[in-house]
């Protein structure tokens, strides 16, 4: 069973910089897609980026005016710089991971907290 566990979250200032990361283990099948969503309170859960295991990556939105997502495939990682951030980018980040079947696997999420 896939497991992916994030790291990176936490409070930053506004126009402050994270990186979140996120591993997966317990692979059966490879791994297509991984990305990141995020929730903020009150909110749906909306697409940030995601990179496929060829290296093509995908913003929604204009996140990459300040994401930039990347990938290890041999390591089963994908991280997400965040660089000026702005206190409506705070909300719970989640990594996903899916394969070329559109089994889909979720993190458990990690707090991004922006505030002064």
């Known amino acids: 069973q896939v497991q992916l566990v994030e790291s990176g979250g936490g409070l930053v200032q506004p126009g402050g910089s994270l990186r979140l990361s996120c591993a997966a283990s317990?692979?059966?099948?490879?791994?297509?897609?991984m990305g990141w969503y995020r929730q903020a309170p009150g909110k749906q859960r909306e697409l940030v980026a995601s990179?496929?295991?060829?290296?093509?990556?995908d913003y929604a939105g204009s996140f990459d005016d300040r994401f930039t997502i990347s990938r290890d495939n041999r390591k089963h990682t994908v991280s997400l710089q965040m660089d000026s951030l702005k206190s409506e980018d705070a909300a719970v980040y989640y990594c996903?991971?899916?394969?070329?079947?559109?089994?889909?696997?979720w993190g458990q999420g990690t707090q991004v907290t922006v505030s002064s």
């Open positions: 996903y991971a899916t394969t070329r079947n559109a089994d889909y696997t």
């Open positions: 990179q496929t295991s060829g290296g093509t990556a």
């Open positions: 317990g692979l059966s099948s490879p791994i297509y897609i």
